[in-house]
């Protein structure tokens, strides 16, 4: 019964409650939004351990950062806002690392495993688009993973980035394009 009176509840009351010291609310908060922040995560790094990590600090990082969170966006918002930017920060901490240990700059970390229950020819293709999208530059991949992935407006991923709309239409499409490049050359 006190389960089911935290899922009635908005992402406002349940803010508030969390900020009050109501461990179930942010419980809640968690189990709402972890889905979400998982996609967001192995989408652009892969299913691996570091991506349960980045999805764990996503909600450590809330937790400590809730009582800065103004309700100007809604909560979700403000959950990928958090998840695309510990991404991003490890994604560059990659890159620092082969970059200084890896003679030619191979980012074999960045294995996707996007393949689940579906038929092998969808597999196939879920395989070869995710090896594409590895290839791509972050700030493109991000774009591709928020609007084609997870289904935000271009307006969403402006909020959710922190960049003009414009950037994001420019990225889009030449992340398009070099997704179209990669893959005709697989």
């Known amino acids: 019964m006190i389960r089911e009176s935290y899922r009635q509840k908005s992402d406002t009351e349940l803010v508030k409650s969390s900020l009050e010291g109501d461990k179930q609310a942010f419980s809640e908060i968690v189990k709402r939004y972890q889905g979400m922040v998982a996609r967001t995560v192995k989408a652009m790094l892969g ?17 400590y950062s809730l009582s800065g969170f103004r309700g100007e966006a809604k909560l979700s918002t403000y959950i990928q806002k958090i998840a695309v930017n510990l991404t991003l920060n490890e994604i560059k901490r990659r890159k620092r690392f082969f970059s200084t240990f890896s003679q030619k700059g191979n980012n074999e970390m960045y294995e996707f495993e996007i393949a689940d229950h579906d038929t092998e020819e969808k597999k196939d293709a879920r395989e ?10 972050p700030k493109f991949r991000v774009i591709v993973v928020m609007r084609m992935l997870q289904g935000y407006s271009t307006k969403e991923t402006a909020e959710i980035l922190d960049i003009p709309i414009g950037t994001v239409l420019s990225r889009l499409s030449r992340a398009q394009e070099q997704m179209r490049i990669i893959l005709e050359k697989m």
Do not use: N, R, T
């Open 47 to 63: 299913d691996s351990v570091f991506s349960e990590d980045i999805g764990q600090d996503v909600f450590i990082k809330l937790y």
């Open 128 to 137: 070869l688009v995710g090896k594409a999208l590895k290839k791509l530059d």
